[in-house]
Structures are given as structure tokens and as C-alpha cells.
């Protein structure tokens, strides 16, 4: 679809710090737009502006808000209280920004929870195209209770001519569509998050020198390597990673146990690392390190044997799909949209979450058997890349954009 007086604005939004799966996804969309569509991206003054360098090369326009939502733990009510606040004033600011600076009708495309960011999602549909992306299902902490308001809240959204939901996962999906009328189905959407194939046979193909990129992060060679990539949070199971870490080392195998993460380790973390004493079997690494280019990253995947993510709670990670379709095996956890791309024993091995032992059982089953791990391995590359094409993904994304553009 083309504008009769020129490209159709889409502004892209998040308020919070860190960057992961929900910013790949931006990019994917930007990677794939046409000279119909004019890309702007907003995101915090002060937040992690490493992935603002993969957006870079696109020619996207990068503003910034004044306010961010940090979404730090909350110990006591207290703490829950200034959360809350610091949330509604940083989505304020999205409003007056939007307010200020965004053409009557363009497209405002946002990363915010709907069942919590209603207001700000009301307010921006009535003056702009608004399209709120989930990439998780509903929490499902405290839902009994929440539940009749989290329906309301979802289903006064999308009676708005100019509102609709993108999920990025068939399990988010599901979950939204279990708090709303069959009604308004349509306005929900599976726009998933995926990969760029181009990118990866790119990646494949380069000259790769596995052990120098491991001498430069000081990671010995001739080690199994196991890699998981993400934020260092409790969420993503880090503290079960360090124990299969801290097991290894106390059999005295050959694994070696990798953490890439977008931010330096804080000194919290770096004392808890250090009391399961697994020096020699350990590193954490800082993606920026590896080098300007989204690339970088990737290649960094191959210096692995297999791939973990042993979350606790997730939609469906990017970092699995890169994995799946760059030939790692994948050993992740039962939970949410993850079984969408892993098939235990076929695309890779589940676990129950907060499972050590599942864990090393897992990391062992690979270690050992050479032929299973080529067998899923080739296996799930090529399901990730028949399944999550970044083309057919942003494909459905764009059509959305037009037909809200038309419904409006």
C-alpha cells in the first residue's frame, strides 16, 4: 500500500532500558519495509543504546523519551507503589511525545502489555493507528482474580476502530483470546517474531576461526562449549545454569559454560557467581564486546556445541530461533511458546524449568551421543527456517498496518 502524498509513518515504541526478542522483532519489520513505509524509532534517553546500532544501517529516525520504566523487582508494597508510578509517568511521556511530534493517523506500533497499558493504549488510538504487540501470554499469577478486569480492559480496546493487537506467539494468541469475545478475534494477530535467512546462511558461510574468538574472550578451546544468550535475570534461569556449571566442574569433564548478555554483570551478581566456585568452567561475556554489527552476534553462536535457555517464563526467544536455524541443538524448558519451535527429541530437548538435574541429563545426552545431537540439529534448522522467515513474518505485519490504515 502507497500513500497518495507519500510514505506512511510508523513510529516504533518501548519505555524501558533493556533491549532483547521484542527489539529483533522491531528490526525485522524495519529490515522488510518498502519505500511506502517511513521507519522512526523511540525508545529511552539513558536506556541501553547498543541495539540502536542495528537499526543504524535502515536509515530508521531515533528519538528519544525523557522517562523510561526501569520494571526492577519489587520487594514490598512500597517498591510496588513507585513501580506503578514510575510506569504511568513514563507512559505520559509516550503520550505527550506522540502528542507532540506523530501525524494525525500514522501508525504508532507499541511494545506494551494491553491487560496494563490501557489507558495509554486508549489515548493513542484515538488520534493515531495503534497496534500494541504481546510477546508473552497473560501472567498467570493472580489471573482468577485479575481476570474480569484484564477482559474488560482488553475488550474496550479493541472495540476501537483504530486499535489492534499483534502476538508474537500462538500461545500469546491463545491467552489474549481466552480474555476477549470471538468477536473481535480478528483484531489479534500472529505476527511472529523470526529470522532473516539471508543473515544467517551469511553468517554460515563466513571465514569462522573458532579458536581465536574463544582465546580473545578468554574461554580455552578443546571444551564442549554451552552457550545461552539473554539477559542475566532470574527469569531467564541463571542460577540453574550456574549449578549445571558448578556440577560440571565437580565431575572434572570437558564442558564449559558461556553467559552472552547485553549488559555488564552488576557486583551482586558477580559475588553470587563467585560462591559456586566454577573458575575454569565459566564466562560471562558482554555482546558489545563481539563487535558493531547484529552479525557479530550470531557468529558468536557458532563457537557453541548447544544452546540453553532454561527460563522460567518466556513467549518464544529470538535467541532460540537464531540457535535453531544457525544448527545449535537446543535444550530449553516446557513452558509457554518454546515447545512451538522445540519438539523434545526431534527439534531439541524440553525440560521441567528450575530442573538441574533435567538440565545436566540434557547437556549430557548431547555431549555424549554425537549422532543424536547431528540429528536434531539439522532437524531443527531446518524447521526455524521454514517456519520462522522474518519475509512471511513482517509480510502479515505490513498487511495489518494497511488494513487498520483502511478500517480507520
Same mark, same amino acid.
Given at each position: ?97 506522540? %502528542?507532540?511530534?506523530?501525524? $494525525?493517523?500514522? &501508525?504508532?506500533?507499541?511494545?506494551? @502489555? /494491553?491487560?496494563?497499558?490501557?489507558? =495509554? +493504549? ?69 505476527? %511472529?517474531?523470526?529470522?532473516? $535467512?539471508?543473515? &544467517?546462511?551469511?553468517?554460515?558461510? @563466513? /571465514?569462522?576461526?573458532?579458536?581465536? =574468538? +574463544? ?194
Amino acid at each position: 500500500m502507497s500513500a497518495p502524498h507519500g510514505p506512511i509513518e510508523v513510529t516504533m515504541i518501548w519505555n524501558y532500558p533493556n533491549w532483547g526478542g521484542a527489539q529483533i522483532y522491531f528490526l525485522s519489520i524495519v529490515r522488510n519495509a518498502g519505500p511506502e513505509w517511513k521507519m522512526r524509532l523511540v525508545l529511552p534517553r539513558g536506556a541501553n543504546s547498543d541495539v540502536t546500532r542495528f537499526f543504524e544501517p535502515y536509515g530508521v529516525k531515533i528519538e528519544y523519551l525523557d522517562r523510561m520504566y526501569a520494571q526492577h523487582a519489587a520487594a514490598s508494597l512500597l517498591d510496588k507503589l513507585k513501580r506503578q508510578w514510575e510506569r504511568i509517568r513514563s507512559e505520559l511521556e509516550v503520550y505527550r511525545y506522540s %502528542r507532540r511530534n506523530l501525524a $494525525p493517523n500514522s &501508525i504508532v506500533h507499541i511494545e506494551a @502489555a /494491553p491487560w496494563q497499558s490501557w489507558i =495509554l +493504549l486508549y489515548l493513542l488510538s484515538r488520534r493515531f493507528n495503534t497496534i500494541a504487540t504481546v510477546h508473552n501470554s497473560i501472567p498467570a499469577k493472580d489471573s482468577t482474580s485479575r481476570a474480569p478486569i484484564w477482559s474488560w480492559r482488553m475488550t474496550f480496546l479493541l472495540r476501537q476502530p483504530r486499535f489492534q493487537l499483534f502476538a508474537a506467539n500462538q500461545d500469546a494468541v491463545e491467552s489474549i483470546r481466552s480474555y476477549v469475545p470471538e468477536a473481535y478475534w480478528d483484531k489479534i494477530s500472529l505476527t %511472529r517474531a523470526a529470522i532473516n $535467512p539471508f543473515e &544467517i546462511e551469511q553468517v554460515l558461510n @563466513a /571465514p569462522f576461526d573458532r579458536d581465536g =574468538l +574463544l582465546r580473545k574472550h578468554g574461554v580455552p578451546i578443546n571444551r564442549f562449549i554451552v552457550l545461552c544468550v539473554g539477559q542475566f535475570i532470574d527469569r531467564k534461569g541463571r542460577w540453574v545454569f550456574m549449578e549445571a556449571a558448578q556440577q560440571a566442574r565437580a565431575a572434572g569433564n570437558d564442558l564449559f559454560f558461556i553467559w552472552l548478555g547485553p549488559e555488564e554483570l552488576s557486583d551482586a551478581d558477580i559475588a553470587r557467581i563467585a560462591e559456586y566456585d566454577v573458575e575454569g568452567y565459566f564466562r560471562y561475556v558482554v555482546s558489545p564486546s563481539l563487535g558493531p554489527k547484529r552479525s557479530d552476534v550470531l557468529t558468536f553462536f557458532r563457537v557453541a556445541d548447544v544452546f540453553i535457555l532454561a527460563s522460567y517464563l518466556e513467549g518464544l526467544p529470538i535467541s532460540i530461533i537464531e540457535a535453531l536455524a544457525l544448527g545449535l541443538p537446543v535444550i530449553s524448558t516446557n513452558i509457554n511458546a518454546i515447545p512451538e519451535a522445540v519438539t523434545n527429541l526431534k527439534t531439541g530437548l524440553l525440560i521441567k524449568p528450575g530442573y538441574t538435574l533435567g538440565l545436566t541429563e540434557a547437556i549430557e545426552k548431547f555431549h555424549l551421543d554425537d549422532k543424536f545431537r547431528t540429528e536434531v540439529s539439522k532437524a531443527g534448522q531446518a524447521f526455524a527456517l521454514e517456519t520462522f522467515d522474518e519475509r512471511l513474518a513482517t509480510a502479515v505485519v505490513f498487511d495489518r498496518y494497511s488494513r487498520g490504515l483502511a478500517d480507520a
